[in-house]
């Protein structure tokens, strides 16, 4: 079954470092990967998806992920965070028919 | 343009009671997801139509949950005798079709609550 693992449950980061969202996947084929952030009393919004091509994606609010075939990872990325970089993040595998399976999310939390 | 609009917002009934989730998709999105967002499960999957197919139910926890999608847009999700696990925020997602190239957008989501 396709599946993804987001290891952590919460990332603190200080604001202005990297941030780094952790996810791994696990899929028969090839994989057709995704994050997408929600921020509080709001629908999921799409941040970037990885279907084939370039290892490192590159995607809305200077977010990116690389994905990385040995070791199954996409985590996702940003140099430097913002305060509003703060909300849940969900890692999410495609499916048949682009039904997404999600990881379980990680709250973010930017400390200023 | 218009986004995924979801009514209503809020939802609180008692146990026992139906009710009725709707969802209004981005026009000209022939896919439609409805997804669960719990605290103990996380977001799952429920059901999907595509266009006039028949739709994928695999993902429905039990008989008492039901959908229906009405001249290819709008999209009801029923819930018969609710009980209170049923508590979870229901979110709908559109998409231009199925294909994985495409992106879904989602909604605000229905918070509903079962007392």
């Known amino acids: 079954a396709q599946s993804v693992a987001q290891p952590e449950d919460q990332v603190n980061v200080a604001e202005g470092n990297p941030l780094t969202v952790k996810c791994t996947y696990s899929v028969s084929g090839n994989p057709y990967l995704f994050w997408y952030v929600q921020y509080p009393n709001r629908g999921l919004q799409f941040l970037l998806k990885?279907?084939?091509?370039?290892?490192l994606v590159k995607g809305s609010y200077g977010f990116e992920a690389e994905f990385n075939k040995s070791q199954t990872s996409f985590h996702l990325k940003k140099p430097s965070a913002l305060v509003s970089d703060s909300a849940l993040y969900f890692c999410?595998?495609?499916?048949?028919?682009?039904?997404?399976?999600f990881g379980k999310g990680n709250q973010v939390v930017v400390i200023p | 343009g218009a986004g995924v609009s979801q009514s209503p917002s809020n939802k609180v009934t008692e146990k026992g009671k139906d009710v009725e989730l709707r969802c209004d998709p981005i026009s000209g999105h022939t896919a439609l997801y409805w997804y669960r967002q719990s605290l103990g499960q996380g977001l799952e999957f429920l059901i999907y139509f595509q266009g006039n197919s028949a739709p994928d139910k695999s993902g429905l926890p039990s008989d008492r949950f039901s959908a229906e999608r009405t001249g290819g847009s709008v999209s009801t999700l029923t819930i018969q005798r609710t009980q209170q696990e049923d508590s979870a925020v229901y979110l709908c997602?559109?998409?231009?079709?199925?294909?994985?190239?495409?992106?879904?957008?989602f909604g605000p989501g229905t918070r509903l609550t079962v007392l």
């Open positions: 999410a595998v495609g499916r048949g028919n682009n039904r997404l399976a």
């Open positions: 990885y279907i084939t091509g370039d290892n």
């Open positions: 997602a559109s998409s231009l079709d199925n294909s994985l190239y495409n992106e879904q957008f």
